[in-house]
C-alpha cells in the first residue's frame, strides 16, 4: 500500500513564524502535490512538483514556498505566516507513468492554526 | 479558470437506498480523466472512481456507478445500496489541472 506521512496532524503558530509542514511518500511516485483544504472551497493546489527539485505553482502559491530534495519528500514553507493561512494542508502523490490517468494518494492532512 | 462545480453542499440518504451526487467542470481539452474521491470523517482522502473521457462507456465500482455526460461536461456518481460507511465528504475532481470541486457532505442515515 501506498503510504502518504505528514510531520504533523495539529500545529498552532504564531503570525509571523516561519512554518515547515513535511510529507513523505514511500511509493517511489514522482509527482508530489500541496493543497489546502477550506470549507466551500474544496482542495486547492498550492504547489506540485514533478521531479526532484523541479516545482510548479498552483492555484495559490502567494505566502508559500516549496522544497524538495529528495523523491520522497515534499515541504511546505510557510515564510512568514499569516491568520489567514489558517487551514487543513494536504499533501498528496502520484505517478508520472499513466499520465492523468492515476490517482492522486493522499496524507492525513495536517491543521494548522495561525495566531 | 477551468472549474470543477459540485452543487449540494450537503445530502442524506437512507440506509440501503440510492443517492446521486452531481459535479459539473469546464474544460477545453478533449482528453482527460474525472475522479471522485472521498473522505471519511477524520480520515485520509481515497480515490472512489475514475472515468476516462475519451470512454463512452461509465465507470463502475461495485455500489458505485457514475453517469458521464461528455457533452454536457457533467460527470455525476452514483451510490446504490448506501451503507453507514458511506458517511463522507465526496470531492469530484478533474486532474488535468488539479481541480476539485468544493464537496458533497454525504450523511447515510440508519
Known amino acids: ?115 | 479558470a477551468q472549474t470543477v462545480t459540485q452543487s449540494q453542499p450537503e445530502m442524506s440518504v437512507q440506509e440501503a437506498e440510492t443517492v446521486t451526487l452531481s459535479c459539473t467542470y469546464d474544460t477545453s481539452e478533449n482528453n482527460y480523466y474525472l475522479f471522485w474521491y472521498k473522505q471519511p470523517p477524520s480520515r485520509q482522502m481515497i480515490l472512489v472512481i475514475r472515468q476516462e473521457a475519451y470512454k463512452q462507456q461509465n465507470a463502475t465500482e461495485n455500489r458505485f456507478s457514475v453517469n458521464f455526460q461528455k457533452a454536457a461536461k457533467s460527470f455525476s456518481l452514483k451510490i446504490s445500496d448506501s451503507q453507514l460507511g458511506d458517511t463522507a465528504m465526496y470531492f469530484c475532481a478533474q486532474t488535468l489541472n488539479m481541480r476539485f470541486g468544493a464537496g458533497t457532505r454525504l450523511t447515510v442515515k440508519p
Open chain 1, 1 to 115: 500500500d501506498v503510504k502518504v506521512t505528514q510531520s504533523s496532524r495539529y500545529l498552532v503558530k504564531r503570525t509571523g513564524e516561519k512554518v515547515f509542514l513535511e510529507c513523505v511518500q514511500d511509493m517511489d511516485h514522482e509527482n508530489m502535490f500541496w493543497y489546502r483544504q477550506d470549507p466551500g472551497l474544496g482542495l486547492r493546489l498550492i504547489y506540485f512538483s514533478y521531479d526532484v527539485k523541479m516545482k510548479e505553482k498552483g492555484d495559490i502559491p502567494e505566502g508559500y514556498s516549496v522544497s524538495r530534495e529528495k523523491k520522497e519528500r515534499f515541504s511546505l514553507i510557510l515564510e512568514s505566516a499569516s491568520t489567514n493561512q489558517t487551514s487543513m494542508y494536504l499533501c498528496a502523490s502520484s505517478l508520472t507513468k499513466g499520465g492523468g490517468y492515476n490517482e492522486q494518494f493522499f496524507g492525513p492532512g495536517t491543521r494548522l492554526t495561525v495566531l
